[in-house]
């Protein structure tokens, strides 16, 4: 299919390959840049796995005419009075393929000129007919924004930049957990577990970093992706994009010689690698295709909008959901790295499940599923108690930060504590004791400074138990 070969235009696995292409074309380059294909060219200056190319015609963009037509005659009727070339920019399209669209409808009397815009162009509002015909769309489907992709186009784009493809080192993951403490074990626990892609247990005391230690390993799975705005499918629009997770990355610009600017697809957009966190509100709901059925646009699941990136469940085993039924529902995901979904038509489509799926809990994993699940999860990392040494040393922080003086006694007077009441120390417990030392100074409008009895004050707020 046409579509088919566009999109493996697209897809630039290869870094050897691409030299290759770039040194076949340079002497067709100097004679025709036009010539030039901006997609192998964007790989080679951004690093990037997958590079979204601009469409150069309506049999690249995978979507039919009237689709086209109808996208266009919902986003005039929204703004009411617009250029031809804003439409595109809307629509997310080359304004190239767009400008005859719109002709079209002006002569079938769905559109019509209002006065000349800048560059041979001209502003549109939709007549009578044109109306009549927004609202019908309207009813079909209510959605308007950037033109959505085919289902095709977003598997090759999860296949090719999903994060197991450039295994990370020591170095990046400790770059990665910088700003937080740790047992330094864990370096080696957590590494393998993020290159094996596949899924992981973090689990332990409460207040030992787990969940901070989950979030910050999205940061080593490497550079920015590309997602799409939205994906169409049997005529069932899904919407991908989700500015609750995912957050815009800037696009890479050429080396200024050979392009001043390059060129993609403005269906799709540049995120830094998603992390979805949830927690007790998960729900069965959250893990399928939801459909609204006022606006008939669909919402992406959790696993589909953490794709090449990471989905942590927090706090599992506390779920509105009994444990048994996130394992009947990802145990063939995470078996065979795709998931299937149903669309409201009934169709099923085949979807990649491509994330580094991270289960934080203060259980057991033992105690919550069985072992077919376990195997599934096959790395079970234990984030154990701070040192005496390395609470030192998260005390001596925290107090720099709050700007406390330096007093290297009010770890030892706290370690004391808790040896006295039979208590380990967590690692929360630092900041936690010293803010409310900084709020009990703040109110007696004293000095910010470790006084014993000022600690001691804190742990009996603090803790429910001394």
């Not at 015609?57 to 037509?69: D, K, P, R, T």
Request: a negative charge; aromatic letters at 8%; proline letters at 7%.
């Amino acid at each position: 299919m046409a579509n088919d070969s566009a999109l493996m235009g697209r897809v630039i696995r290869n870094q050897g390959e691409q030299l290759q292409m770039l040194a076949s074309r340079m002497n067709a380059l100097l004679t025709d840049t036009h010539n030039f294909e901006s997609a192998a060219l964007g790989g080679l200056l951004t690093d990037d796995t997958f590079w979204p190319a601009e469409p150069r015609s309506l049999n690249e963009l995978g979507l039919s005419v009237s689709f086209i037509e109808a996208l266009t005659i919902k986003s005039i009727h929204q703004i009411g009075t617009i250029s031809g070339r804003n439409v595109a920019t809307m629509m997310g399209l080359p304004f190239r393929l767009v400008e005859p669209i719109v002709d079209a409808l002006r002569t079938r009397k769905f559109v019509a000129h209002v006065r000349p815009a800048a560059f041979n162009d001209y502003y549109y509002s939709l007549t009578e007919l044109g109306q009549k015909r927004a609202q019908t769309h309207l009813q079909q489907c209510s959605y308007i924004g950037p033109a959505p992709v085919p289902l095709a186009d977003y598997s090759l784009s999860v296949e090719a930049q999903a994060a197991g493809v450039d295994p990370i080192e020591r170095d990046d993951l400790q770059a990665s957990l910088s700003k937080i403490s740790y047992q330094d074990e864990l370096l080696d626990q957590i590494g393998p577990a993020i290159n094996s892609n596949t899924g992981m247990f973090l689990f332990g005391p409460p207040g030992n970093g787990k969940t901070t230690i989950a979030r910050s390993l999205t940061q080593c799975l490497g550079q920015e992706i590309w997602i799409p705005h939205a994906i169409l499918d049997d005529g069932n629009l899904i919407k991908v994009k989700d500015d609750a997770y995912h957050q815009e990355a800037p696009v890479p610009e050429g080396d200024g010689q050979l392009l001043k600017a390059q060129e993609w697809d403005k269906r799709w957009v540049r995120i830094q690698r998603p992390s979805v966190v949830v927690g007790g509100e998960l729900v069965m709901e959250n893990l399928e295709v939801r459909h609204d059925h006022r606006s008939n646009i669909c919402e992406a699941p959790l696993q589909m909008k953490s794709n090449c990136g990471c989905l942590l469940i927090d706090d599992f085993g506390r779920q509105r959901i009994a444990p048994e039924e996130l394992l009947n529902r990802w145990i063939v995901p995470l078996e065979n790295r795709c998931d299937y979904l149903t669309l409201p038509t009934g169709k099923k489509i085949q979807i990649p499940f491509e994330q580094l799926i991270l289960f934080s809990t203060n259980l057991n994993p033992d105690d919550l599923v069985d072992e077919a699940f376990l195997r599934r999860v096959p790395y079970k990392i234990f984030v154990n108690d701070p040192s005496p040494d390395e609470f030192r040393s998260l005390m001596k922080t925290v107090a720099s930060q709050m700007g406390f003086p330096e007093t290297p006694e009010a770890a030892n007077h706290l370690l004391a504590f808790y040896k006295q009441n039979n208590r380990p120390p967590r690692r929360c417990h630092p900041r936690d004791l010293l803010t409310q030392v900084a709020n009990f100074c703040r109110y007696r409008r004293l000095p910010l400074t470790l006084r014993p009895e000022y600690l001691d004050q804190a742990c009996r707020s603090y803790f429910s138990a001394l």
